[in-house]
C-alpha cells in the first residue's frame, strides 16, 4: 500500500512511500494484542505491595483468656486477624510478575496493532526532520498543524534525536520512541502515529525478517 508523507507544517508533499503488507496490512490476531499488552503492563509493576502478617505486628502473645467457661470464643494473642490491628491473612508479599513471550508472537502483536492503526487511519508518515534546538512550543505547533493538539502522539524516529526528546517531554500526551523499540502497547495508546520516512526500513526489516 501507499500512503502520502507530509512536513511538519501539515501539508502533503510530492512524495509517497510503500509500506510492505506483510507488516502493515496482516489480518490483526486480537489475542497476540492482548497477550503482548498483557505482559508490558506487568512488566512494568514494581511489586513490592506488602502488608503485615500475625507474626509481623506489634503486640503480645499472651493469651487474652481462658480456653474454657467464658461463653464466647477461644482467644489467643491480640495480634490474631480477627481483631483490629491484628496482622492479616494471606496478604500481599513482594512478588516479580515478570513473564515471558515468544518472539515471533511479539512481533506478530506489533504488525497487528500497526495494521489496525493503518485501517483506522491513525498513521501519519512524516519527512526527516529535526530542531536546532529543544522548543516544547516549536513541537507543539507541529501538533496542532495535524489537528493532534489535544490527542495521544506517538512520534517514531528511525535514530535518538536528544532535541526532539527534549521538545516533547513536557507534554502530556505526546510520545517519542525509537523504531527499533516499538512496542504494542506504545502504538495502541497513541490516538494517531508519526511516522518518519527513515523509521519505516527500520519498522520494516525488524518486524519483516523470518528467523
Known sequence: MELEVYNISGSKTAK?????????????????????????????????HKSKERAEVSGSTRKLKRQKGTGG????????????????????????????????LKKLAR???????????????????TFQAPKTKQYSEMLSKFNLDDKKTLLVVAEPDQNLLLSARNLV??????????????ILNASSILISENSIKV????LGKTE
Do not use: C
Not at 470464643?73 to 496478604?91: C, E, N, T, V, W
Not at 504488525?111 to 526532520?129: H, Q, T
Open 73 to 104: 470464643a477461644r482467644a489467643g494473642s491480640i495480634k490474631s486477624p480477627l481483631f483490629r490491628g491484628g496482622g492479616r491473612i494471606f496478604g500481599p508479599r513482594p512478588r516479580d510478575y515478570n513473564f515471558k513471550l515468544n518472539k515471533k
Open 203 to 206: 519498522i520494516e526489516e525488524n
Open 16 to 48: 509517497t512511500v510503500s509500506l510492505d503488507d506483510s507488516v502493515f496490512g496482516i489480518e490483526p490476531n486480537d489475542h497476540a494484542i492482548w497477550l503482548d499488552v498483557r505482559q508490558y503492563l506487568a512488566n512494568a509493576r514494581q511489586g513490592t
Open 173 to 186: 500526551k505526546a510520545k517519542i520512541s525509537r523504531a527499533d523499540s516499538l512496542n504494542t502497547y506504545d
Open 111 to 129: 504488525m497487528s496493532a500497526l495494521s489496525y492503526k493503518i485501517k483506522e487511519n491513525g498513521l501519519i508518515i512524516v519527512e526527516d526532520f
